[in-house]
């Protein structure tokens, strides 16, 4: 038997909508169901019961088949046209009339017949609600698991987009360290990502695959953070064993990236960056429709800048001349389709000229004093001048070459000691570099100096400094001026011979 108060537990916040004709049963029937039920609706036939079923919201309806103008079984069939699941209780008289059948083909709950029976009544009662209970609370499991998937998932969304941020900037750091540590690749790899966007664009691919490519161009050279100084540095043409050791940072970038989920699909493109459409590029050699698609415009947009960007032993091309050279590599160098989209999507590109890998301050010139800067003094090297010149034949920024011979210098040595001759030619650089300010000093052939000046200066003043510090040794010194603007110097032997 059904206690009323388990009863009560279910159906104290459903509102229940009871319809009954008969004056007498209604108002016994409704005051006990106000003692079980949040809320009763009342209504007299099955007209009134639609209208106020419209009006609310109703959990359960129970109501009386046989009824003037609207008869239970009508009311009960608009009300399943709105709401299909509604629980429904009928009463009735007559267990076998034929609104009874036509009641049950609906879809109800339950029937009670008539006179009440107080326990059946209770049971259909419990029956309903506990249906309705178990449904409410189902729904509201299933909506707190959606919001518990909703919250885990921006969660997780947050913790995802955290990683990639963290991924990203640390990356991008490591971009940033490696152009800091040269001049000349400063801003590269941006430039590469964004000549490589334009050219994509041009040939029509999407903007996902554009923003892939920049990605790719930001990112390619980040193996170079494993290029030892002594290559990354070396301004100079690369020997055999440098040139292996630069092309590395090809396979660090690519196993760099490919173990971070976020940049694997890059990592394929950064890995072919410097193949060539001949074959004969590295580090595997592909050719021709081998490389990957995105990475065959990397490669032309890569090459593009280096031709557009000052190196210390060569001048940037102009636009134009660049765009020139790619098309007389097509087909050899680079895929011909790229190199059609690439001559209309840079030919408007303007180019910094100010990108050089010549120092212009005090700590970029200490930088280069591995490669640079002579062993004895605060002067350059040999190597230095050589490529000094080789930059003077594109822009004469040097006008003027004072060339310093000092004779006899191995006697000294034999007086004086080596540790004695070393100290000589310190002194004498530094009277060069102190009384030639603003000007390149270089130690060149073992004993003697180069000075590189961009206006002429009058030596009267050095020479008597000079003539006072050979005083009464073997050794003797001359000077010869080189007018740069008259005589083509292009190296070493050029200064020999003049």
Not at 99 to 115: E, N, T, V, W
Request: charged fraction near 25%.
């Amino acid at each position: 038997m059904i206690e009323l108060h388990d009863l009560k537990l279910l159906s104290q916040d459903l509102t229940l909508l009871y319809v009954e004709d008969d004056a007498s049963i209604r108002d016994a029937l409704s005051m006990y169901l106000l003692k079980l039920f949040k809320k009763v609706v009342i209504a007299k036939d099955g007209v009134e019961g639609l209208e106020l079923y419209k009006m609310q919201p109703i959990d359960i309806v129970i109501t009386d088949l046989s009824m003037p103008r609207m008869n239970g079984l009508n009311m009960l069939q608009e009300i399943k046209k709105i709401h299909e699941d509604q629980s429904v209780l009928i009463t009735s008289a007559h267990s076998e009339s034929e609104y009874m059948f036509g009641a049950i083909k609906l879809g109800i709950d339950g029937y009670i017949i008539k006179p009440f029976d107080f326990p059946q009544l209770n049971g259909e009662l419990f029956k309903i609600s506990n249906k309705i209970f178990k449904f409410k609370e189902n729904e509201n499991l299933k909506l707190h698991l959606q919001q518990m998937v909703s919250a885990k998932t921006v969660e997780i969304t947050k913790l995802m987009l955290f990683q990639n941020y963290n991924y990203e900037k640390t990356l991008l750091s490591m971009v940033q360290m490696i152009e800091e540590r040269d001049n000349y690749t400063a801003g590269h790899s941006e430039r590469v990502a964004e000549y490589s966007k334009k050219i994509a664009q041009q040939m029509g691919y999407s903007k996902e695959e554009c923003t892939k490519l920049y990605q790719a161009g930001i990112l390619h050279d980040i193996g170079k953070i494993a290029t030892p100084d002594t290559v990354l540095l070396n301004p100079k043409k690369l020997n055999q064993i440098e040139y292996k050791l630069i092309q590395e940072h090809v396979i660090v970038s690519y196993n760099l990236l490919k173990n971070i989920p976020m940049f694997r699909d890059l990592a394929d493109i950064v890995r072919v960056h410097h193949e060539r459409y001949d074959g004969g590029g590295y580090p595997r050699g592909l050719k021709a429709d081998e490389i990957e698609p995105l990475a065959r415009i990397m490669i032309v947009a890569d090459a593009f800048d280096a031709m557009t960007t000052n190196r210390i032993y060569k001048a940037r091309k102009t636009v134009p001349e660049a765009l020139d050279e790619l098309v007389a590599l097509k087909k050899k160098q680079f895929h011909p389709e790229v190199i059609d989209s690439a001559i209309i999507a840079l030919k408007d590109v303007t180019i910094d000229e100010n990108i050089t890998q010549t120092p212009k301050t005090k700590l970029e010139e200490e930088r280069f004093a591995y490669f640079y800067k002579d062993i004895l003094g605060n002067m350059y090297n040999q190597n230095y001048l050589e490529l000094i010149l080789i930059k003077n034949q594109y822009e004469l920024t040097y006008k003027y070459l004072y060339l310093f011979t000092i004779n006899n210098f191995s006697q000294y040595n034999k007086d004086n000691s080596w540790k004695k001759g070393d100290e000589f030619l310190i002194s004498f650089a530094q009277y060069l570099v102190e009384y030639f300010t603003s000007a390149l000093v270089f130690r060149v052939f073992g004993d003697n100096f180069v000075v590189l000046t961009e206006k002429f200066i009058k030596i009267e003043n050095i020479t008597l400094k000079l003539d006072e510090m050979i005083k009464n040794t073997a050794v003797h010194y001359k000077i010869n001026i080189i007018d740069l603007t008259e005589t083509e110097i292009k190296n070493i032997a050029d200064i020999e011979n003049a």
